[in-house]
């Protein structure tokens, strides 16, 4: 199988991974929290804050691959807190339209960085 790393000059890693791989008709984008871009400034740690920086982000990787929200089919998004999910909700209902990605949200103990909500996806060409 090929593949093709996809990288976002305004996006930093945190770790050894890739910004997203091409797979062929599926793109796998990686998790993206709103510190991993190289302009964030913490000026509000607010939770709508960092899910739109995170969506921008993510917004930066699909235009790599030459896609847009509208061909994400799978949203994983992650959160340090179930108390945030209204929070985020309101900007994901803002950056996705009907019919939506199917989508899994949990709450986890942390996050890298410090951030409070992490979002990975996958979308599809055609």
């Known amino acids: 199988m090929s593949r093709k790393i996809i990288s976002a000059e305004q996006i930093s890693?945190?770790?050894p991974y890739?910004?997203?791989v091409d797979a062929g008709d599926?793109?796998?984008l990686s998790g993206q929290t709103a510190r991993n871009s190289k302009e964030y400034i913490e000026q509000?740690?607010?939770?709508?804050?960092q899910t739109k920086q995170v969506f921008m982000n993510l917004k930066q990787v699909l235009t790599q691959a030459d896609l847009s929200f509208e061909n994400v089919v799978k949203?994983?998004?992650f959160l340090t807190s179930m108390e945030h999910f209204d929070e985020m909700n309101e900007i994901y209902k803002k950056t996705f339209s009907?019919?939506?990605p199917?989508?899994?949200c949990v709450a986890v103990q942390a996050l890298p960085l410090g951030a409070d909500v992490e979002i990975?996806?996958?979308a599809k060409r055609g």
Do not use: D, L, M, Q
Request: with cysteine; hydrophobic share 30%; aromatic share 12%.
């Open 98 to 100: 009907k019919p939506y």
């Open 26 to 28: 599926y793109i796998f």
């Open 18 to 20: 890739s910004h997203a």
């Open 44 to 49: 509000s740690n607010s939770v709508s804050e």
């Open 102 to 104: 199917a989508r899994t």
């Open 75 to 77: 949203v994983n998004v």
């Open 120 to 122: 990975e996806c996958i």
């Open 13 to 15: 890693s945190s770790g």
